[in-house]
């Protein structure tokens, strides 16, 4: 008798999979599963980036602009562009920007991302931080004149810049 109710329960759930299946509730049900899980592992609370930012614990795809505006103010220099980003083993995306002409990085793996990328530089803390998708994907500690020669090449390139080469979303 145990083994009938069982194959009942089976028979239920192997229904409803064919239900499934054969309708199109099979693709919500997949997307609500997928959106779920990446709601769960999104990023951190933009005070919790906030506080990282401040220790200067620049953890990568973990902060956003904001958090670095927030903890220190605006940068010096900004600069907007279509770049190309080279993938490494530790998830660090580098700026084909900052490799010599030719040369991939050390530590290249055979990924290339490519997409509107922002660059901020921040004299007075040394850091170079660039994101990509909103998200954090390479940070650089130069001098404070490194940044500001960088600063002022980003200045003079945006002067010349034609309306074709301004990233979508700049006024």
Request: glycine share 8%.
């Amino acid at each position: 008798m145990n083994i009938f109710r069982l194959t009942q329960c089976s028979a239920r759930q192997f229904s409803l999979l064919d239900f499934l299946r054969g309708s199109r509730w099979a693709g919500v049900c997949v997307v609500a599963v997928i959106g779920a899980f990446l709601g769960c592992t999104g990023m951190p609370p933009l005070e919790e980036q906030e506080r990282y930012v401040r220790n200067n614990e620049l953890v990568l795809h973990q902060l956003t602009p904001p958090a670095f505006v927030r903890a220190w103010g605006g940068p010096a220099y900004q600069h907007a562009e279509f770049m190309q980003f080279f993938g490494m083993k530790d998830d660090e995306l580098i700026p084909r920007s900052r490799l010599a002409s030719g040369e991939p990085p050390r530590g290249w793996e055979i990924r290339i991302e490519a997409g509107d990328a922002l660059f901020l530089a921040y004299p007075d803390q040394g850091w170079l931080v660039v994101f990509f998708e909103e998200r954090l994907v390479y940070r650089e500690k130069l001098p404070s004149e490194k940044l500001h020669e960088l600063g002022r090449s980003w200045q003079r390139e945006d002067k010349f810049r034609t309306r074709l080469e301004v990233p979508a979303g700049t006024p």
